[in-house]
T-cell receptor, first 115, second 112 residues
Framework: DADVTQTPRNRITKTGKRIMLECSQTKGHDRMYWYRQDPGLGLRLIYYSFDVKDINKGEISDGYSVSRQAQAKFSLSLESAIPNQTALYFC??????????????FGDGTRLSIL | EDQVTQSPEALRLQEGESSSLNCSYTVSGLRGLFWYRQDPGKGPEFLFTLYSAGEEKEKERLKATLTKKESFLHITAPKPEDSATYLCAVPGHGGSQGNLIFGKGTKLSVKP
């Protein structure tokens, strides 16, 4: 089983709909992240959470919200989806206990299309 | 503004033809650099962490090096299975580990 699991893997929906993308991890990491990836723009950080009570905005948080339901679960919501939110979304985790500069580990992504 | 630039955008090699990918960055006070590999339909897979200028890391046919201004990913005698997009990333200003800045990647194709 994957260490970082994202659901759904693919989603097609309509403008104005509320969407939730979910991420769960079995790595035991305390830090979790949401990114989007667009052709020509690379990976950009949406939100990150250093523990259950700590949520931080990333570079492109407008139009998104998150919830850290438990150490292992971090969900991303689009309250009213718009077409320019069509992208590939990745969840990642990292471990703060290993010291400075720990790598992030990624799930396999959710491909989201908004019509 | 902190930036990470990767070159070339795409690279086609014949099997066995060695080459290098470049990652240059403009961040104040570099605190390390990561290299990732991304296959189509998959999330980025961690390859290396480089902590300071002069450091080198190796894994199979890959060797990553770091200077004060750039990093190189050297690929020696590549095989078709090395075909992927290679990403580099650095911590952004402020040192928060939540603030990784990624380059746009180099798409490597290795033909048999």
């Amino acid at each position: 089983d994957a260490d970082v699991t994202q659901t759904p893997r693919n989603r097609i929906t309509k403008t104005g709909k509320r969407i939730m993308l979910e991420c769960s991890q079995t790595k035991g990491h305390d830090r979790m992240y949401w990114y989007r990836q667009d052709p020509g723009l690379g990976l950009r950080l949406i939100y990150y959470s250093f523990d259950v009570k700590d949520i931080n905005k990333g570079e492109i948080s407008d139009g998104y919200s998150v919830s850290r339901q438990a150490q292992a679960k971090f969900s991303l919501s689009l309250e009213s989806a718009i077409p320019n939110q069509t992208a590939l979304y990745f969840c990642a985790t990292s471990d703060s206990s290993g010291g400075y500069l720990q790598p992030q580990h990624f799930g396999d992504g959710t491909r989201l299309s908004i019509l | 503004e902190d930036q990470v630039t990767q070159s070339p955008e795409a690279l086609r090699l014949q099997e066995g033809e060695s080459s290098s990918l470049n990652c240059s960055y403009t961040v104040s006070g570099l605190r390390g650099l990561f290299w990732y590999r991304q296959d189509p339909g998959k999330g980025p897979e961690f390859l290396f962490t480089l902590y300071s200028a002069g450091e080198e890391k190796e894994k199979e046919r890959l060797k990553a090096t770091l200077t004060k201004k750039e990093s190189f990913l050297h690929i020696t005698a590549p095989k078709p299975e090395d075909s992927a997009t290679y990403l580099c990333a650095v911590p952004g200003h402020g040192g928060s580990q939540g603030n990784l800045i990624f380059g746009k990647g180099t798409k490597l194709s290795v033909k048999p």
